[in-house]
């Protein structure tokens, strides 16, 4: 026979508010194998812990139940705190009769009665309870990051000099996200790149970070501290391992085709740079505009190269690469503008998204920076600005607020205005979020100094009237209808998760929420990890945010990874399933039922086994075992039916209603 | 305006709900249907004051503005309104209400007799459905 | 192929030359189109409260009978669409009015619904494989849509109500240059306009200087109301602003007809206050000197 304690916390007036504690006590002092009982008000205090830790060592108890809150809030503490008296950690449990009793209920005889169910279950459970130790894995101290926006590069930075190596992969040719199409920033107004280069410059030359541009991550096996990863490398049709970055095929490249960096406002060549600061600086082919891979013929390039280094044949390569943490760094894109038909549908060439105008804003973009209309090259003198499209629209956008719109917005208004200073500009809001140190400030500015009219309301339609652009609005503070005839409409699109994460999120099997952004653990407490140990979360790939945001969470992320990497060994919870080989008849339902890859069949033996490190303890196999070949360490079948036959046995003193 | 939780939550107000099928609170005032709607300078307030009064518990005055009688059904509203409110609805059960306590807004004797001549049976079979009850 | 047809109030009363059109583009493209025994008016307007059902009921009934017909019910107005295809997506959703109305009319609603179509689409289909011996050259035609066929489209799901193509294509389809004009989709003022003529009269002006501005001749509709909306706020205006300029006023089956080379027997312009002839001089069938 065990000897078991029970420490019965008051939680302040939380549980002892509605469970008679000392009544409980008194009852469990009753139980046979229960050797001592003890109530304190707070128990996961100081003095809470130092009284546990007394009476284990007193008393000589070999098992223990706190009867407390939840699991989730102190069963690390309290099984610390055993260890530290000398108990095995897992021989502690903890009875919730907090969340599962007292919050729940009024009647205090009733709850004090499931109180006491509850805790002498968890008795019937500790007495079973068999002494482990965690699982030890070895790590591999190298870490993966997918996306080599802000954040990303980022993470990969603080990683790489912390002193481990870390694997940058980027699908598109270049480095540097969607940061690297902008103009200036809010609220400093200090220009993107000057901002940016530095970070892709240190990124191109750290020796511990290896870029992998043009690539996706197209597989993932193995746990924490040991992923195997695959990664395709996709063919730029250029050797940029010979390729000097001359540039002399670009020149003679005759044909030219719409720049995606430049969001169609200017064109590119089949083969190119995406633009002039790209890191890496290597041209590389658009098959799908090239004339040699669309017709057949051309050739220029390959003729043109000095060194031989454009290879029409180049094919994807796979790598295989072994990682012990990943960092997903996926960013957003822009909800599409040909998705709103009351603004034309995308169709009208002067009615253009935020990324555009960073664009035409830009002093390397297509009008190197003047504020020209794409239609006619006209500089607008009307300019309307417009904020929530397709953000908090449940109909026929996304629900939520994109986070950045209202900053950038005022932004744009307040450039347009320095460069067009007898140019009216106009916003629509609804609501200026400027939650950030300096952003009212901001906006303050946009609207007292620049002279940016804010209107409060939507805009209902905009369509084309001979070379303007009619915009009906409202203002709702005045309550009249406002018609604006534009030169140019500016629309804040919503932020959407880049496309490829609903992909990337089945190859690392962590969850994305209902608009495919990736969930955290715990939206307060655990906001860089994802529900899969050793894979965790930065920048907009997470939930919108903006730059100072992404860099945070990079550094946040980064130092998990770190945290992560500090041991040379993982502890894995020992709660794992087992098999009984005498029993197992290799049916393999466990396979089946386990979502993590844990369980196989023995090639050689034709049983079941189990892989520890991968196992979560979910328990779904053991449930599915027809045999109860598989069982739950210390959830076993035995411990579980003792602690069911606590609730339905028979009533005792304590007043339990049947 | 005296407000009360009483005035805000009337029951009123919980009529409309039901015989719209929309939740007044649904609307965030973002004013886009005022901003598309045709006959909203013949409006005041207009649409989106119509539906701020109407959160306010202020049914009765809702009743007495010209937009329950200028809205035109023509739904540029409805199909523009990113909360999904039905706002054409809002404004018929605002109709109803005023009609079925017996006033109509239109008699046939009240309108020309050349325009009753003149215009189409739809014309009128509309204007009787929306003005009579 | 056979359809049940669904005239409404107007067409056979007051407005002749659509229903005359009507009749003729059905027989001329081989459209069978049968009149749905013992109509009654689709009420003009759909009921939008909850607490209503009555206003379904004539709807209710032309469905059932179509569907006893065994075809398809097919109207020619926005308005009578406009009732009678929501009635139809209301049936398939709402069990609890479909069951009122079962029992008031004492008539089962066919489980697998009724097929509403209209008329526009029968015709589109028909004209792909013909060729419009009177090809309305040069015309530059405003299609107007109005609400009634456009919203609210989830439930009516005739076209994009941000940028319908239907009306443009039946232009193009008889030798015709659609022009798009930023308010044809825009209201008329609908039965407001009896109410009230300033609200409609907006309206009108509004409509008609947008598609004047885009090189509009003549409109096209396929809406009573709107018809007479257009024309008579147009006719007011007209006489108050000089500057105003109205635009005469088609059914789109006026203009297939036309194009179709239709008899002058059946193009009835009687109903026209703003006289289209003018517009259309060159397509007008050749009259014999009485």
Not at chain 1, 545 to 557: L, M, N, R
Not at chain 2, 5 to 23: A, D, F, H, I
Request: with cysteine; charged share 25%; aromatic share 6%.
């Amino acid at each position: 026979m065990k000897r078991v304690g029970v420490f019965v916390c008051w939680c302040g007036r939380n549980i002892a508010e509605t469970v008679d504690i000392e009544a409980l006590c008194r009852q469990l002092g009753r139980d046979a194998p229960v050797a001592w009982v003890e109530d304190y008000k707070y128990m996961c205090s100081e003095p809470g812990q130092q009284l546990m830790k007394k009476a284990i060592a007193e008393q000589h108890l070999d098992a223990v139940v706190v009867a407390a809150c939840s699991p989730n809030m102190h069963e690390v503490t309290f099984r610390l705190a055993a260890e530290a008296a000398g108990l095995n950690p897992y021989r502690l449990e903890i009875a919730n009769i907090r969340e599962q009793c007292s919050w729940v209920h009024r009647d205090r005889d009733q709850a004090t009665a499931k109180a006491l169910d509850i805790v002498r279950s968890m008795v019937e459970k500790v007495a079973r309870d068999e002494e482990l130790q965690p699982l030890r894995v070895p790590v591999t101290k190298r870490a993966l990051v997918i996306g080599a926006g802000i954040s990303g590069m980022q993470a990969a930075l603080e990683i790489a000099d912390a002193g481990h190596e870390v694997l940058l992969v980027e699908r598109q040719t270049y480095i540097g996200g969607h940061m690297a199409q902008l103009s200036e920033t809010f609220p400093t107004l200090d220009c993107a790149s000057c901002i940016l280069t530095p970070r892709t410059a240190e990124v191109a030359r750290h020796p511990r970070i290896k870029l992998m541009v043009a690539s996706e991550v197209i597989e993932v096996g193995g746990y924490v501290g040991n992923f195997v990863v695959r990664i395709r490398q996709n063919p730029t049709y250029v050797d940029w391992s010979t390729c000097t970055g001359c540039m002399e095929c670009v020149e003679k490249c005759p044909r030219q085709v719409p720049s995606r960096f430049e969001r169609g406002l200017g064109t590119r060549k089949a083969i190119s740079v995406a633009f002039p600061q790209a890191v890496p600086y290597r041209p590389s082919i658009d098959a799908e505009a090239c004339l040699y891979f669309t017709k057949g013929r051309c050739g220029i390039c390959q003729k043109t190269c000095p060194v031989g280094a454009v290879d029409y044949e180049q094919k994807p390569v796979i790598h295989e690469e072994k990682v012990g943490a990943i960092v997903v760094a996926t960013g957003y894109e822009l909800f599409p503008k040909a998705r709103i038909g009351e603004y034309g549908y995308g169709k009208y060439p002067d009615v253009i998204d935020g990324l555009e105008f960073e664009r035409l804003n830009s002093a390397s973009g297509p009008t190197s920076g003047r504020i020209q209309r794409p239609s006619d090259g006209k500089v607008p003198k009307e300019v309307v600005f417009i904020q929530c499209v397709g953000s908090r629209d449940q109909e026929k956008g996304v629900p939520y607020c994109s986070k950045i719109c209202c900053m950038y917005t005022a932004k744009h208004a307040m450039l347009y205005k320095h460069k067009v200073p007898d140019g009216q500009a106009y916003v629509f809001y609804m609501d200026v979020r400027a939650g950030g140190k300096g952003y009212e400030e901001f906006i303050q500015r946009a609207v007292e100094e620049d002279g940016v009219l804010y209107l409060r309301g939507r805009v209902s339609r905009i369509f084309p009237e001979g070379s303007k652009l009619m915009v009906w609005g409202v203002d709702t503070i005045s309550g009249e209808k406002v018609e604006i005839a534009a030169d140019l409409v500016v629309l804040a699109m919503a932020m959407v998760p880049s496309p490829t994460a609903r992909d990337l999120a089945r190859v690392l099997k962590v969850s994305i929420d209902e608009h495919g952004f990736f969930s955290e653990a715990h939206p307060k407490l655990r906001p860089v990890e994802s529900l899969s140990r050793g894979i965790y979360l930065t920048g907009c790939a997470q939930a919108p945010k903006d730059i100072p945001e992404a860099v945070a969470q990079a550094g946040s992320a980064a130092s998990k990874v770190l945290a992560l990497f500090s041991s040379d060994e993982l502890l894995h919870p020992p709660t794992v399933v087992r098999v009984d080989p005498e029993i197992c008849s290799g049916c393999g339902l466990c396979v089946k039922s386990c979502p993590y890859e844990a369980r196989q069949i023995d090639p050689v033996s034709k049983v079941a086994r189990v892989r520890e490190v991968l196992c979560q303890g979910c328990g779904a196999c053991a449930a599915a075992c027809p045999n109860g070949a598989t069982q739950h360490i210390n959830f076993t079948k035995e411990q579980l039916m003792s602690m069911i036959d606590t609730f339905t046995g028979p009533p005792d003193g304590a007043g339990r209603e049947r | 305006m005296l407000l009360s939780g009483e005035r805000v939550r009337s029951r009123l107000v919980t009529k409309v709900e039901e015989m719209s099928g929309q939740r007044v609170l649904g609307c965030y005032q973002c004013g886009k249907c005022t901003a598309g709607c045709p006959m909203a300078s013949f409006m005041d307030p207009v649409p989106h004051g119509v539906m701020r009064l109407l959160q306010l518990g202020q049914v009765s005055r809702a009743m007495r503005t010209a937009a329950v009688w200028m809205c035109a059904s023509c739904h540029s509203c409805a199909s523009r309104c990113p909360r999904g409110v039905d706002l054409a609805r809002v404004m018929e059960s605002l109709r109803l209400l005023i009609l079925r306590g017996g006033e109509p807004k239109v008699r046939p004797e009240g309108l020309p007799a050349e325009l009753l001549m003149r215009a189409p049976q739809q014309a009128l079979v509309s204007c009787a459905r929306k003005y009579q009850g | 192929m056979k359809y049940s047809y669904f005239p409404g109030c107007t067409l056979p009363t007051q407005m002749k030359n659509f229903e005359l059109t009507v009749r003729w583009t059905a027989r001329r493209l081989g459209i069978e189109l049968e009149e749905l025994d013992s109509w009654q008016c689709c009420q003009a307007v759909f009921p939008l409260s909850t607490d209503s059902p009555m206003g379904l009921v004539a709807s209710f009934r032309a469905l059932i009978n179509a569907h006893q017909a065994g075809r398809a019910l097919v109207t020619c107005c926005s308005g009578c669409f406009h009732v009678i295809k929501r009635t139809a997506h209301l049936m398939a959703r709402d069990q609890e009015t479909r069951q009122k109305l079962e029992a008031f009319c004492e008539q089962e609603y066919p489980p697998e619904g009724v097929q509403v179509l209209h008329y526009l689409d029968l015709l589109l289909s028909s004209l792909e494989s013909v060729q419009p011996p009177v090809p309305l050259k040069d015309l530059r035609v405003g299609a107007y849509y109005g609400c009634l066929l456009l919203r609210p489209e989830d439930e009516l799901g005739f076209d994009d109500p941000e940028d319908p193509q239907k009306m443009e294509r039946l232009v193009r389809l008889l030798g015709a240059e659609p022009v798009l004009y930023a308010y044809r989709t825009e209201c008329c003022g609908s039965y407001s306009s009896l109410l009230d003529r300033a609200g409609a009269e907006a309206a009108v002006r509004a409509i008609v200087s947008s598609a004047r501005r885009a090189g509009a001749q003549v409109l096209v509709t396929s809406c009573p109301l709107c018809f007479w909306n257009l024309e008579e706020s147009s006719l007011a205006l007209a006489t108050r602003e000089p500057s105003f300029a109205p635009l005469p006023v088609l059914y789109f089956t006026q203009l297939v007809a036309l194009a179709l080379a239709a008899p002058d027997e059946c193009l009835d312009w009687s109903a026209h206050r703003i006289d289209p002839r003018p517009a259309v001089a060159a397509f007008l069938p050749e009259v014999k000197e009485a």
